[in-house]
């Protein structure tokens, strides 16, 4: 998408955003999963970007009239608090999270480190020049990956952001991160498998997605998809595009999308589906 119609995009979200109080306490009904699980609304209104777990936090990068960085808790029934991330002529759309931490990246070409300590009041203990657009973020052990819209991959020391290792990693924007034990996965034009905490090249993998419910999530669209023993199944289909999946330690699935109209929600958390319902001898 060009960046003449990402500012359009957000111009309609900022006119989205102006009649939010007017459908205060209306809303389109929560998407079903067609697998049977249980799904709820965690926001609705907002252009969700991004979801990442933080202890037993949920985190949202979202936009309304501004970019924030919306902390709930694990159930995403109450708002914690907020962090005003700036207007929407630059987007942040990427997100990582760790214990009481959370680092936040877009096109403004930095990280802004995000104490989560009091979660009322998120608050900003550092920012890292990057100098390309941050397209992806993972992180653990202490550790934060770097994709950027340049190709490149970085890995920084989480509590200073001391620059640890960099590589040419793709020749493309780095899509996606995650770390896999000892293993980074990146995905750009292609999937690489680094080893960390050096960044020695390793082998070429087939796949990145977020592995839940003994299978792989894949994102089409709006659609989010779930791979296992070879088969692919619907999850949920949101109203626009999903930008971001989560799995949070108890095994939801957190997913941000897109909406076209304000009722509509924008971040949900999907329970594990259940086993098979036992058939009768009728074949009910």
Do not use: K
Request: net charge negative.
């Amino acid at each position: 998408m060009d960046r003449r119609s990402r500012l359009s995009n957000r111009a309609a979200a900022l006119a989205l955003a102006a009649a939010a109080a007017a459908l205060a306490g209306c809303g389109a009904a929560t998407p079903a999963s067609p697998t049977g699980a249980r799904v709820t609304t965690v926001a609705r209104g907002s252009l969700g970007y991004a979801v990442a777990f933080a202890g037993d936090h949920l985190l949202a990068l979202e936009l309304g009239e501004r970019f924030e960085l919306v902390v709930r808790d694990g159930d995403g029934d109450a708002e914690l608090g907020r962090l005003d991330l700036g207007g929407p002529e630059r987007d942040w759309t990427a997100l990582a999270a760790t214990g009481d931490r959370a680092w936040v990246g877009g096109e403004a070409g930095e990280i802004r480190a995000v104490a989560l300590t009091d979660a009322a009041h998120p608050a900003v203990i550092a920012t890292w020049p990057v100098g390309a657009a941050i397209t992806a973020l993972a992180a653990s052990d202490g550790r934060v990956a770097i994709g950027d819209a340049d190709g490149v991959l970085c890995l920084r020391r989480g509590d200073d952001g001391a620059l640890l290792q960099c590589v040419a990693a793709h020749d493309h924007p780095v899509a996606a991160l995650a770390v896999d034990g000892e293993r980074l996965i990146s995905r750009g034009d292609d999937a690489r498998a680094w080893h960390l905490p050096d960044l020695a090249r390793g082998v070429g993998v087939d796949r990145i997605g977020v592995q839940w419910a003994g299978g792989e999530v894949v994102v089409d669209g709006a659609a989010v998809d779930l791979v296992a023993d070879g088969h692919r199944s619907r999850v949920i289909e949101m109203a626009g595009p999903v930008h971001g999946v989560a799995v949070s330690p108890d095994g939801r699935l957190a997913v941000a999308a897109w909406i076209t109209q304000l009722d509509q929600p924008s971040i949900v958390l999907i329970a594990p589906p259940g086993p098979p319902r036992p058939r009768d001898r009728m074949g009910r």
